[in-house]
């Protein structure tokens, strides 16, 4: 059974930061694009960025002004996501997941290419 948990939501003030990290399991997490999503309150799902499976890199995070960064660790099955200077634009859940394979790379990942989802950690950014 696979399983995507995520973990350091939490409450933050206007330009802050938080740490946001997804555990995985019952997947050889390696062979996997991870990417993080978010969905406000009456918004549609959103791509925020992601990392390519084998030293590929990250991709999709040129929309957030570098604010935020995306690290993983195959050893640990855990991907990060750093954000920086926190605004309350990104307030949301955010969502950790686990694209289809592909042989090539990721430049952009959409809901329908996700084959697991996390269940979502609330982040809320007040001003």
């Known amino acids: 059974q696979v399983q995507l948990v995520e973990s350091g939501g939490g409450l933050v003030q206007a330009g802050g930061s938080l740490r946001l990290s997804c555990a995985a399991s019952g997947l050889t997490f390696s062979n996997y694009a991870m990417g993080w999503f978010r969905q406000a309150p009456g918004k549609e799902r959103e791509f925020v960025g992601g990392i390519n499976r084998s030293g590929g890199g990250t991709f999709g995070l040129h929309t957030r002004k570098g604010r935020f960064t995306i690290s993983r660790d195959d050893a640990k099955s855990t991907v990060t996501l750093q954000m920086n200077s926190l605004e309350p634009e990104d307030t949301a859940v955010y969502y950790c997941?686990?694209?289809?394979?592909?042989?090539?790379?990721?430049?952009?990942?959409?809901?329908?290419?996700?084959?697991?989802w996390g269940q979502g950690t609330q982040v809320t950014v007040s001003s």
């Open positions: 997941a686990a694209g289809e394979y592909r042989t090539n790379y990721y430049i952009e990942m959409a809901a329908r290419d996700v084959e697991y």
